[in-house]
């Protein structure tokens, strides 16, 4: 039994050796090998690999793929007509070099997001400076951001290379501080609103107008008809007069007859009418009496 047991520690811990000596670089990573903390090789072919058991090698990963960067604050930068506007952007990186990216920046992705995040903040606040905000809203943002990209490129493979390259720098939005955005809203407002009031007083002062217009025709037109009217009116009058006189002409007395019925007829209109005459001495009873009364029937044979 003892026996066996040494054999399945001993396998054990063969086992543990060998799966310490082992490791795999996967395709989307760098693998760095280091040998008592300092850097022996560099795997950037994906497999499986040898090593020393720790503590005489250790192996660490970094990201070989296409990183992306996006600004970590929102400060205000000073254009050249002194506004303070805000901006975003991100960038596209990747680590081309381990060895000088591990010795000159840090041990992972986020070191070196951290300091390229500083200097592409520092290029973008200097070339801002230099521009307007309509410069910064126009075709110009492109050389703008292509004068970024050549800064840090710069600055990356200045004196100590960091190991990484820069792909691509972009501007995603660009407004102004809020306090200033909040007075640009409020002006526009303004300025809409006067326009507006502008538009309904003219609209105002033009439906006048239509009506006023609108009112003097109408009253052309009302006055022309019933000047017309009165005309035709006149002429009608005129007519009926000239028919009556034709008429009465050829028999007067008969024309005074009629012309007594019909006064009869105005004067006795209602029950209620009463008339304080004497019959025997006024001439409005005259068709009353006896030879006008006896001479109408005359008259009209």
């Known amino acids: 039994m003892n026996r066996v047991g040494f054999i399945a520690s001993t396998c054990l811990v063969v086992l543990a050796l060998m799966s310490s000596m082992l490791f795999v670089v996967d ?23 040898f090593k020393l058991p720790p503590p005489f090698q250790n192996v660490s990963y970094i990201d070989k793929r296409l990183l992306t960067l996006d600004s970590m604050d929102t400060e205000p930068v000073l254009t050249a007509e002194k506004q303070r506007v805000v901006i975003d952007w ?18 992972d992705e986020s070191a ?15 070339e801002i400076n230099r521009r307007t905000v309509k410069e910064l809203l126009s075709l110009k943002r492109e050389a703008l951001m292509a004068d970024v990209k050549r800064e840090v ?72 008809a019933y000047r017309d009217a009165q005309k035709v009116k006149g002429e009608g009058d005129a007519e009926a007069a000239r028919i009556y006189a034709e008429a009465f002409g050829r ?4 024309a005074l007859f009629y012309r007594s019925l019909e006064a009869y007829k105005s004067s006795f209109n209602k029950k209620s009418d009463v008339l304080v005459l004497d ?23």
Do not use: C
């Open 112 to 126: 070196g997001a951290m300091q390229l995040n500083r200097v592409v903040r520092n290029a973008f606040q200097e």
């Open 251 to 254: 028999d007067p007395q008969f």
């Open 90 to 107: 991100y960038v596209r990186w990747r680590i081309s070099e381990p060895t000088e990216y591990i010795r000159n920046v840090g041990l």
């Open 279 to 301: 019959p025997s001495s006024s001439d409005f009873f005259k068709a009353f009496r006896g030879p006008a009364a006896g001479q109408a029937p005359a008259a009209r044979k």
């Open 153 to 224: 490129l710069d600055t990356v493979r200045g004196a100590k290379p960091w190991g990484v390259d820069v792909v691509d720098v972009r501007i995603t939005r660009v407004d102004y501080v809020e306090a200033i955005t909040e007075s640009v809203y409020r002006r526009m407002e303004a300025e809409r609103k006067r326009v507006a009031n502008e538009l309904r007083s003219t609209g105002a002062a033009e439906g006048e107008k239509i009506r006023a217009d609108a009112d003097r025709q109408r009253e052309v037109a009302i006055a022309n």
């Open 27 to 49: 395709q989307r990573q760098f693998g760095v090998l280091y040998a008592l903390g300092q850097i022996k090789e560099v795997i950037t072919e994906p497999g499986l690999n």
